[in-house]
Nanobody, 113 residues
Framework: VQLQASGGGLVQAGGSLRLSCVLSGSIFSRNDMAWYRQAPGKQREWVAGITKDGRTGATDSVKGRFTISRDNAKNTLYLQMNSLKPEDTAVYYC????????WGQGTQVTVSS
């Protein structure tokens, strides 16, 4: 199994980024997926999740700004991030959460004020 995340970068506050995460070696449509992030000096935290059936959830701090989605035909998980704030600066990780757990490598998101 491999999870390849991309799309991070440097953006000004108020800007947008879209993260992508491609899964290979597993049947993507059968997996629940999630995005996590870890800011410097802080614990890794759950950002948003999506079930294999398309049900979504997000942490309160990103609701209304971030949208998680998936394209099963492309084996790809997305995180659309709008109205970015400096406090969103972190390394973002994608994760398979069910029926097994598997972490992808992170992608750095830096939001300047």
């Amino acid at each position: 199994v491999q999870l390849q995340a991309s799309g991070g970068g440097l953006v000004q506050a108020g800007g947008s980024l879209r993260l992508s995460c491609v899964l290979s070696g597993s049947i993507f449509s059968r997996n629940d997926m999630a995005w996590y992030r870890q800011a410097p000096g802080k614990q890794r935290e759950w950002v948003a999740g999506i079930t294999k059936d398309g049900r979504t959830g997000a942490t309160d701090s990103v609701k209304g700004r971030f949208t998680i989605s998936r394209d099963n035909a492309k084996n790809t998980l997305y995180l659309q991030m709008n109205s970015l704030k400096p406090e969103d600066t972190a390394v973002y990780y994608c994760k398979v959460t069910s029926p097994y757990t598997y972490w992808g490598q992170g992608t750095q998101v830096t939001v300047s004020s």
